[in-house]
């Protein structure tokens, strides 16, 4: 085991443990969720990891740092996220049986320069009083003017639901994607505005009767006292898309950095989250699906109900993320 002496190249943050470790990650996620993994790490191989936790500008930290940078991983949620990275050249390719045979094609990139860990779906909150089940069908049917003033939804514009948009493109087509996302603004019961939770209230206070979120904000929800309420008043409805393909995913990946100092051990750290074990620490910490379809989701999200994940590449999906950004500002899906 060597020890490497580096140093940041900026101030911003500081790392939580001394500056020598053998994995040093660039971590998206907050510091609790993926505390328990960084232990099991390091329980199993004896190498030690040190977390940097970069809520905004990972990408832009990186590049500015170049050659110095002692980031080997990178951690972070959305195939937006990823993507941007790896356009960035911020990430580099990583040939690994191991991950390869645990995580699914579908959810890594076809360059091998991500991969998932665990997906979460991007869902209908639909009001248990106002919202008969199987009411809801598809995303298509989202558009349609039943559900006229009944919709809520966080910006067009947010990862989350560019990623959605970036789906319906790959399923339908152009001119169809932005035929819907005008039908969904048309059926909007209010600009959008918050993030996804708030449309949840919005529907326990009666302003909307669906809402478009991600599966994990159940869990938090159910966790906090005062949104628990807001939990109990919707049910989840896993909408498919009128190809019969099955519910939008995304995901909550990692990446080698591309200058990684530490390649090897950070090798074994993506492989360590690419096994069983791991996949289950991490999807009970955030509720959200283990990648490795062998590894059994949290009870509470089975409970959920039954999700067939779409089995369209979440590379090519994120192929069109820069044409679902233009549909959204064409429909001024937020205006
Ligand atoms: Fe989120």
Redesign the pocket.
């Known amino acids: 085991m060597t020890v490497r002496r580096f140093t940041l190249a900026t101030s911003l943050i500081a790392l939580a443990a001394p500056a020598l470790a053998d994995v040093n990650i660039y971590s998206h996620r907050q510091p609790e969720l993926i505390q328990p993994l960084l232990d099991g790490f390091t329980e199993k191989t004896g190498i030690k990891t040190n977390a940097a936790y970069i809520d905004k500008g990972l990408v832009e930290r990186l590049k500015a740092e170049g050659a110095r940078s002692p980031a080997d991983i990178i951690l972070t949620?959305?195939i937006s996220r990823l993507s941007e990275a790896k356009d960035a050249g911020v990430t580099q390719a990583v040939e690994s049986d191991i991950l390869s045979t645990h995580i699914p094609e579908t959810l890594r990139d076809a360059d091998n320069q991500w991969f998932g860990v665990t997906y979460?779906a991007r869902i209908v909150y639909a009001s248990k009083e106002r919202v008969a089940e199987g009411e809801v069908t598809t995303y298509e049917d989202l558009a349609d003017p039943k559900w006229k003033g009944r919709i809520c939804t966080r910006s067009g514009t947010h990862v989350?639901n560019i990623g959605l948009l970036a789906a319906v493109i790959a399923h339908d087509g152009v001119e169809a994607a932005e035929t819907w996302a005008q039908g969904v603004k048309d059926n909007l019961a209010r600009k959008p505005e918050g993030?996804?939770r708030a449309q949840v209230k919005a529907i326990w206070a009666g302003e909307c009767d669906i809402a478009l979120g991600?599966t994990?904000?159940m869990g938090a929800m159910l966790n906090d006292p005062e949104q628990a309420e807001w939990a109990n008043s919707v049910r989840i409805e896993f909408p498919d898309f009128a190809d019969g393909s099955g519910t939008h995913v995304n995901i909550s990946g990692v990446a080698m950095a591309a200058n990684a100092p530490n390649r090897e051990d950070a090798l074994k750290f993506m492989e360590y989250l690419a096994s069983p074990e791991a996949q289950a620490i991490y999807a009970g910490q955030v509720y959200e699906y283990p990648a490795d379809p062998n590894t059994p989701a949290d009870d509470l999200v089975v409970g959920w109900g039954e999700i067939t994940p779409d089995t369209t590449a979440l590379t090519e999906i994120a192929n069109n993320r820069a044409e679902a950004l233009r549909i959204m500002e064409r429909v001024d899906f937020d205006g």
């Open positions: 949620v959305d979460r989350y993030n996804d991600n994990y904000y």
